[in-house]
Nanobody, 121 residues
Framework: QVQLVESGGGLVQPGGSLRLSCAAS????????MGWYRQAPGEQRALVAT???????NYADSVKGRFTVSRDSAKNTVFLQMNSLKPEDTAVYYC???????????????WGQGTQVTVSS
């Protein structure tokens, strides 16, 4: 089994910062891309940022220049540093990892349980 455990969400004022962490554990052979999606009430889950094993990153336009995704590949952990937060960043943030459990297994996406980020004064 594979588990992704997120931490770091909470309530912050506009203009503030938060740092999310997500660690993948369990039966893991290799991890490819990791990243973050978010889902606001009444909306579909949407990409926030992703990072590959080669540290290539991809960001949603709405967070470019404010959010930074990084990873510790040795610990199968991905981070999201969120600065200059806005009320429209309020959402449940989900971590994901594209990985395989054995050398012959298919690459599969796994998801965390989600962590709430609320930006409000």
């Amino acid at each position: 089994q594979v588990q992704l455990v997120e931490s770091g969400g909470g309530l912050v004022q506009p203009g503030g910062s938060l740092r999310l962490s997500c660690a993948a554990s369990g039966s893991i052979f290799s991890v490819n891309r990791m990243g973050w999606y978010r889902q606001a009430p009444g909306e579909q889950r949407a990409l926030v940022a992703t990072i590959t094993t080669g540290d290539n990153t991809n960001y949603a336009d709405s967070v470019k220049g404010r959010f930074t995704v990084s990873r510790d590949s040795a610990k199968n952990t991905v981070f999201l540093q969120m600065n200059s937060l806005k009320p429209e960043d309020t959402a449940v943030y989900y971590c994901y990892a594209n990985l395989r459990q054995t050398v012959s297994a298919l690459w599969t996406n796994y998801w965390g349980q989600g962590t709430q980020v609320t930006v409000s004064s």
